[in-house]
């Protein structure tokens, strides 16, 4: 597949098209079998554990996934085996980055500003965040659900957090609308492979 990509400086019609891409993937999103949703979510736990491992980081940002987004429990439960530190991302507050909390097996979650299941420990800064992606293309840009929470964060920590767009195969977009503020991944982790961005 071509992936072509166009940087808008943030017009409507950028705007626009985002919003009807959305509606797009999210529809293709839930018709996606549940076996199949399944049988990813396995495979994107096994890619992700072989790209963890081969960058070792001190920290792991995880999520709490809504809208039928990739269900990382299983690897979050190894990695408190092997007591390795794992964080969730909070909302506190509209148009400003998230906080980390850190996550510890047992501990119970409440929600944030925007209802999302977050922790309540120590607040931290990931080296390893994996990030709940709608679409995606190659070249690292990632496609959410238009709150910018990410972007913002991102741009906030600027290099020294590992990212990793965690995505269903079939969310690769080959017509991307890209606008300045949007924040590059270095990777996309689906049932496929692990994909390092251009």
Known sequence: MSL??????????????????RLELLHRRQVIPQDLKSTTRWKV??????????????????????????????????????EEIVA???????????????WE??????????GVPCATGPEVIPAFMAIPTLGYNRHGYRLGYGGG??????????????TVGVAYTEMEVEHFPCQYH?????????????????
Not at 51 to 78: F, N, R, T
Not at 88 to 102: D, G, K, S, T
Not at 105 to 114: H, Q, T, Y
Not at 191 to 197: A, D, Q, R, Y
């Open 105 to 114: 097996k047992g501990d119970p979650l409440e929600p944030d500003a925007v």
């Open 4 to 21: 072509d990509i166009h940087i808008d400086p943030g017009g409507r019609g950028a705007q626009a098209e985002k919003e009807r891409l």
């Open 88 to 102: 969730l991302p909070r909302v506190v507050e509209r148009e400003h980055p998230l906080v980390y909390n850190i």
């Open 45 to 82: 736990i096994n890619n992700l554990r072989t790209l963890h491992s081969q960058l070792s980081p001190a920290v792991v940002g995880v999520y709490s996934p809504i809208k039928d987004e990739i269900d990382l429990m299983p690897w979050v439960e190894e990695l408190w085996e092997n």
């Open 182 to 198: 949007d924040q590059r991944l270095q990777y996309f982790v689906t049932g496929k492979e692990v994909i390092t961005c251009l």
């Open 149 to 162: 929470y990410f972007d913002i964060t991102l741009k906030e920590m600027g290099q020294q957090t590992v």
